[in-house]
Every structure is written in C-alpha cells, then in structure tokens.
C-alpha cells in the first residue's frame, strides 16, 4: 500500500501516461527539491499513504451510513434505483458520463453527506482578535472549530 502507488506513478510518467495527481505532482517536484531525492520519496510514500487509509476510512463509512438510511427510508432507495434504470440501464453499471443525468440519486447523496457527515468539514481556526460569542468571552490566540453540524441543520442558512 505504500510502495505500489508511488512505483505506477513513476512508471505512468516515465511512459507518459500520467493521470493529475497528488502522487505525481509530488514526483514531477523531486528534481526541484532541496532534500535528498530517497528521502523525498521516502516522504512521498508516507505521506499519500496516510491519506489513502484516510479516503477508505471516510468511505467506508459514508457506504454503511447510506446502506443504513436505505433500510430507513426503502421508498428513496426505490426511487433512485428507478432513476438509474431509467438513465443507465438495468444491470449496468453508472459512469462519470452519466452523473449529470442521475439528479435524484446524486441529491441523495447530497443529503446524506449533510445529514451524518463522517468527517469534520471544518478546519480550525485561531482567531487574531477577542470576541465575544452569546455572552461568552473568547480571547486573541484561541483555536476554534465552526459547528458544521448545526450550520447543515439550520434553517435561516
């Protein structure tokens, strides 16, 4: 997992076949680096393999919620199942050529990721001056986090 992906991003760049990404754009900056080219590569590997196991996590997760709220809710799974006959064929599988067509379904997704985020979609913050929040004082220099969770149920946003 942490030599493969950085060996067929060499490879496919060597052999011109190379797709944008993170691991490649990396590689194309080995030259350019003042560090020692094995160290580099080195921190290469470790680096897009911490955001590897990162992506199967938050994926994971975001499949056994969506299994979950298909056996909430079966009249929305029926409905976009429905969809996807009707724009991809029974028993086909969907591509990138078909997103723009599949509305329903991709607003289910949509609505899961803003109903049960599986990951924080805020970055903290540090804030540069005081403030004071609902009567509560905060002072210059703290880290804070916006509450996505209540920005995604609000209904005056």
């Known amino acids: 997992m942490r030599d493969k992906p950085v060996e067929v991003a060499k490879n496919n760049l060597k052999n011109g076949d190379a797709r944008s990404s993170m691991i490649s754009a990396l590689i194309e900056n080995l030259e350019n680096n003042s560090a020692r080219p094995d160290d580099y590569e080195d921190i290469i590997k ?13 994926v994971n997760g ?9 056996l909430l809710h079966p009249e929305v799974q029926k409905r976009a199942q429905e969809e ?22 991709r607003a289910v997704f949509q609505e899961l990721l803003r109903w049960n985020a599986v990951a924080p979609s805020a970055l903290p913050h540090v804030l ?29 946003v």
């Open 62 to 70: 975001v499949l056994l919620h969506f299994l979950y709220t298909m």
């Open 128 to 156: 540069n001056v005081d403030d004071v929040v609902n009567g509560y004082f905060i002072p210059k220099g703290t880290i804070v986090f916006g509450n996505t969770w209540s920005l995604l149920r609000s209904k005056s």
């Open 46 to 58: 470790r680096v897009t393999g911490v955001a590897y196991i990162a992506a199967v996590d938050t």
């Open 84 to 105: 996807l006959d009707e724009v991809v064929g029974s028993g086909a599988l969907p591509s990138f050529e078909d997103f723009g067509r599949l509305k329903y379904t």
